[in-house]
């Protein structure tokens, strides 16, 4: 079992930045490909970004590339999403996922694990 939680988020204006930080416990993310997905309000939730589990490929949504940077640092056992120039409809609870898998693609539906959220509000 992995377990995340998310951290990293608030409220900020549009053009500011963000960094989200998922910390797993109860395995290392060694082999794991992680993502970070988002559920806006009234929303269904959606993917956002996904990394191998080298950082040896990474995949965005079409509306945040550019915007959005994941990373991780597998001996710290974290993955980060990096949020610069935000906009109002990036407003959403992000949610950090895992999936066990040493392939650089991945299907972004197969995730396993998740965490509980946090929440990013962006004013205009």
């Known amino acids: 079992q992995v377990q995340l939680v998310e951290s990293g988020g608030g409220l900020v204006q549009a053009g500011g930045s963000l960094r989200l930080s998922c910390l797993a416990s109860?395995?290392?993310?060694?082999?794991?490909?992680m993502g970070w997905f988002r559920r806006a309000p009234g929303k269904e939730r959606e993917f956002v970004a996904a990394i191998s589990w080298n950082s040896g490929a990474t995949y965005y949504q079409d509306s945040v590339k550019g915007r959005f940077t994941i990373s991780r640092d597998n001996a710290k056992n974290t993955v980060y999403l990096q949020i610069n120039s935000l906009k109002p409809e990036d407003t959403a609870v992000y949610y950090c996922?895992?999936?066990?898998?040493?392939?650089?693609?991945?299907?972004?539906?197969?995730?396993?694990?998740w965490g509980q959220g946090t929440q990013v509000t962006v004013s205009s």
């Open positions: 109860g395995r290392t993310i060694g082999d794991y490909a």
């Open positions: 996922a895992a999936m066990r898998t040493i392939s650089q693609s991945m299907d972004v539906n197969r995730f396993t694990y």
